[in-house]
């Protein structure tokens, strides 16, 4: 087994050290994995002078599409001040071409200074929301605030996206293309000569299948419970009737069991159950086979 090396919370987050490793930059982004970059534009409140911030996104949920954004209260104050003001911005997302501008966008600017026109890029108008769109960007999403809480160092936003706009050139492009130009990724840190923090930022190179069904959902993007997957897997041909019939008496006989954490029974449906899935995970249909076999 590998040997593993545990750090507390405390410790990742004040960057973890070890003899040996003097970059202090080093052991941290294990812990931290790339997070997608964007440029978060909104507007002043008082002067509605445009305001522009380089931060990182998060997933909440697919339908509706809701993203998440952190802004640190004091660090990104204007950002801040202007998403619980105003409920709405543009999350925009750059590309591997546009490393300078982000950065830019990074600078800590006096409020009423647009850091789009200190990064030389153009503010267009959105569709639905005030807040302008990134001319330079390939895709700009408009997005209403609509829940923030403040959270430790951060104010957290749930944000909405109402619309977005794509380059339309981009549309045909394969999609390793795409997703070796955009978006970028804050990836890890360096230090500079005076020990400060330099940020590197990535992009994704290849891409990926992941197992079809049985492994993955058949139809739609959920597989839904077991006894779906049972039933399913049977509709196939991965599983004759008596062996469809086996696999759902040990769920059931687990399922039962499911509170009686000492009882033998429940041990053994669980084992049997947890086997089964397994090889079919793997795929190995001969085991599986054998295991349904036995009693
Ligand atoms: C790639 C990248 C990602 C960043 N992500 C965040 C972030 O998620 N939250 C945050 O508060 N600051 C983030 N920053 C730092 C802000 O861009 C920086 O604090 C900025 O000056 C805030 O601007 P504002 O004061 O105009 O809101 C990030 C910077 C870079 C370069």
Redesign the pocket.
Known sequence: MAKKVWYSGEEIAAWPRRDGIEERTHIHFHFVPP?P??L?V?LDPVTGEV???????GPLTWSPYTIC?????V????????LIANRECVIAFPTKEQIRE??V?????P?GID?LEVARLTAIPSKVVAAPSIEECPVNLECKVEFWKDYYT??IFFCKVVGGSVDEEMLSWPRERVMNHYP???VDDTTNEWGGRV?R?GVLGELYDTPLFPVGAKEGWWAGGIETWIAQMEEEGHLSGEEARKMSDWQIAFESLFEELDSPERAEARGKLTRACELIAWEEWEGLREHLRGD
């Open positions: 997070r970059a964007d978060c909104t305001n522009a911030m380089a931060g990182t996104v954004l952190h802004v640190h209260r660090a990104s104050d204007d950002s801040y001040r202007n982000t950065w966008l990074n600078m800590s600017l409020r850091e951060h104010g970028t990724y804050e940020e930022l």
